[in-house]
Nanobody
Framework: QLQASGGGLVQAGGSLRLSCAAS????????KGWFRQSPGKEREFVAA????????YYADSVKGRFTISRDNAKNTVYLQINSLKPEDTAVYYC?????????????????WGQGTLVTVSS
């Protein structure tokens, strides 16, 4: 299971740190990603990280503002979000992938957390 947390209400320009804790020893070294979904929109890729943390991947819309990281000892992945914009308002989901394939496609992820809501006020 994946448990996302850290969302909340923040003013534009502010920061948040999202966490995603995974259970199960075998999940600690699996690639993980963050997606987000706004009302009326499809779930979109935000960021991903490989098993060791040596490779990270970002959507163009968040590059330079979001940073994904992981702590395999804690089986937790983080998403540091800076310079928040109203258009970042969404439910943020973490996910993990077992098989290979693209980090950018939600179809390549096998397990999903329940999501945490980020609301950015202008």
């Amino acid at each position: 299971q994946l448990q996302a947390s850290g969302g909340g209400l923040v003013q534009a320009g502010g920061s948040l740190r999202l966490s995603c804790a995974a259970s199960g020893r075998t999940t600690s070294s699996l690639p993980k990603g963050w997606f987000r979904q706004s009302p009326g929109k499809e779930r979109e890729f935000v960021a991903a990280i490989n098993w060791s943390g040596s490779n990270t991947y970002y959507a163009d819309s968040v590059k330079g503002r979001f940073t994904i990281s992981r702590d395999n000892a804690k089986n937790t992945v983080y998403l540091q979000i800076n310079s928040l914009k109203p258009e970042d308002t969404a439910v943020y989901y973490c996910a993990l992938k077992i098989k290979g394939g693209s980090y950018y496609s939600r179809l390549e992820y096998d397990y999903w957390g329940q999501g945490t809501l980020v609301t950015v006020s202008s």
